[in-house]
């Protein structure tokens, strides 16, 4: 697929309590599976999306030190629970709640991830959207783009070290 540039709309699509957007990648994060809520949703097509880094849907409110904390979960054969922002095709966005695993084979070894989206709840979205938007005003900062994000994700760290948490009990406990 040819690279697609699209600006947000600011306007959010939702889908069903009752659906789950479900999508599989290869060790390296390309899209090896979608399932068609994840079609209907993101508004690409079957062709357009397999083979494409999952990040192709990435909207860019969301900061990159949650997509940190997230690889360095799977990575490490973990599993993690994440709100996360993605944008369609069009620019829209929808906001999920992810749960993302490595799949292993039986050796142990890293074939790929999974992930399940579900709706998340309003009230909670708005919660992570308040914290997300306080990451990317430190990422956003015209200083080294790494630096920046160590930042932030030293932040989001101190945050969850407050509270007395981890990422997904901050998630889960919200």
């Given at each position: ?16 309590d009752d ?42 409110d969301m ?64 919660i992570v ?46």
């Amino acid at each position: 697929m040819a690279k697609h540039t699209v600006s947000p709309t600011n306007r959010e699509v939702f889908f069903g309590d009752d659906e789950i957007i479900v999508s599989k990648t290869d060790s390296k994060g390309r899209i090896t599976y979608a399932n068609d809520v994840f079609m209907r949703i993101s508004g690409y097509s079957v062709d357009e999306t397999l083979g494409q880094p999952h990040s192709f849907i990435r909207h860019p409110d969301m900061p990159r030190s949650v997509f940190k904390l997230l690889w360095d979960a799977i990575e490490a054969k973990g599993e993690i629970f994440a709100y996360v922002k993605n944008m369609t095709k069009i620019g829209d966005h929808y906001w999920v709640l992810a749960h993302v695993t490595a799949s292993l084979d039986r050796n142990g070894s890293i074939l790929g991830y999974h992930s399940n989206r579900r709706k998340p709840d309003p009230a909670k979205v708005k919660i992570v959207s308040d914290l997300y938007r306080n990451l990317k005003q430190i990422e956003d900062r015209p200083n080294n783009r790494k630096d920046s994000m160590a930042e932030s994700y030293d932040f989001l760290s101190s945050v969850l070290i407050q509270k007395g948490v981890s990422y997904d009990e901050f998630v889960l406990t919200l």
